[in-house]
């Protein structure tokens, strides 16, 4: 049974940081690029940053680029994404997604991604 489940969510002000973690199960996790995507009421899954299997490329939207790093554990079988000087905007459900290996990836699509967690909340007040 594959498993991605979320943790470091929470409610930080305008200006501060968070470090959002996905654990990984189920799957043989050095074989696929993991993303990190946001889902804010009303709104469609935005992407925000992937990384691919080994970790030698990542990707970021421009909305936080700059702002927040993606980085994976192969032997932990996690990823996680580094925010820092975030703002009211970036509030939304943070979901990690698992994509396995294919031809012509698209990191930005969601619609790439095999598997889903549940996604952790993410609340920034000004």
């Known amino acids: 049974q594959v498993q991605l489940v979320e943790s470091g969510g929470g409610m930080v002000q305008a200006g501060g940081s968070l470090r959002l973690s996905c654990t990984v199960s189920?799957?043989?996790?050095?074989?696929?690029?993991l993303a990190w995507f946001r889902q804010a009421p009303g709104k469609e899954r935005e992407f925000a940053a992937a990384?691919?299997?080994?970790?030698?490329?990542?990707y970021y939207a421009d909305a936080v680029k700059g702002r927040f790093t993606i980085s994976r554990d192969n032997a932990e079988s996690t990823v996680c994404l580094q925010m820092n000087s975030l703002t009211p905007e970036d509030t939304a459900v943070y979901l990690c997604?698992?994509?396995?290996?294919?031809?012509?990836?698209?990191?930005?699509?969601?619609?790439?991604?095999?598997?889903w967690g549940q996604g952790t909340q993410v609340t920034v007040s000004s």
């Open positions: 189920g799957l043989a996790f050095s074989l696929y690029s």
């Open positions: 990384i691919t299997r080994g970790g030698d490329s990542t």
């Open positions: 997604g698992a994509s396995f290996l294919r031809p012509g990836w698209a990191p930005d699509r969601a619609s790439e991604y095999d598997y």
